[in-house]
């Protein structure tokens, strides 16, 4: 089955870190773009980063530029996001998502999402 | 940073109703934007891209027009399914921005 699913969510403090897994299956993983998208409990949508399925360049919101970092490994079929120096406003379920194609940023696949809660 | 404007913010309607919902960008985006669905629970599903196009298995009472800055979502007949959020996305900028969403209830 074609799939993606989240790991890695819990509860942290303020400025600590974590990394956050999705795990593909039952797809070419290395032709898609793949990204993070956030959301509040009962808020809206956030994207979060994306990385293109060709080449190295990745894309952050400004929100997040400097303390996240977006990453892939191919050969796992599996992104990544290491968040550092995490805030209260980083709290979040944290959705993977699969663009269209290499770099098409149109997101056809998500997984279930992983609650990030970070709280002292 | 492109921002998207959705309007209403709830609609309240029956099923079999048509529900129209708007999108409105702070700067023209062509035609790259996308429309998501999303019921209590779950993750965005993608019902439409480059304004009009549905995505794999999306029905047909789902449609999508506009250009520039203006786009709208159509849902001919309202099944049971549809009362969910909708949001917009576009993808001509980075960030990558969403719409804070239209909420459609049953009536």
């Known amino acids: 089955e074609v799939q993606l699913l989240e790991s890695g969510g819990g509860l942290v403090q303020p400025g600590g870190s974590l990394r956050l897994s999705c795990a593909a299956s039952?797809?070419?993983?290395?032709?898609?773009?793949m990204t993070w998208v956030r959301q509040t409990p009962g808020k809206g949508l956030e994207w979060v980063s994306v990385?293109?399925?060709?080449?190295?360049?990745?894309y952050y919101a400004d929100s997040v530029k400097g303390r996240f970092t977006i990453s892939r490994d191919n050969s796992k079929n599996t992104l990544y996001l290491q968040m550092n120096s995490l805030r209260a406003e980083d709290t979040a379920v944290y959705y993977c998502?699969?663009?269209?194609?290499?770099?098409?940023?149109?997101?056809?696949?998500w997984g279930r999402g992983t609650l990030v809660t970070v709280s002292s | 940073e492109i921002v998207l404007t959705q309007s209403p913010a709830t609609l309240s309607l029956s099923p079999g109703e048509r529900a129209t919902l708007s999108c409105r960008a702070s700067q023209n985006i062509i035609s790259y934007l996308a429309w998501y669905q999303q019921t209590p629970g779950q993750a965005p599903r993608l019902l439409i891209y480059d304004t009009s196009n549905r995505a794999t298995g999306i029905p047909a009472r789902f449609s999508g027009s506009g250009s520039g800055t203006d786009f709208a979502l159509t849902i001919s007949s309202l099944e049971p399914e549809d009362f969910a959020v909708y949001y917009c996305?576009?993808?001509?900028?980075?960030?990558?921005?969403f719409g804070g969403g239209t909420k459609v209830e049953i009536k």
């Open positions: 990385f293109p399925g060709t080449g190295t360049s990745t």
């Open positions: 998502a699969r663009g269209r194609g290499p770099s098409i940023w149109y997101f056809d696949l």
């Open positions: 039952a797809f070419t993983f290395s032709s898609y773009a």
């Open positions: 996305q576009q993808r001509v900028s980075w960030p990558l921005t």
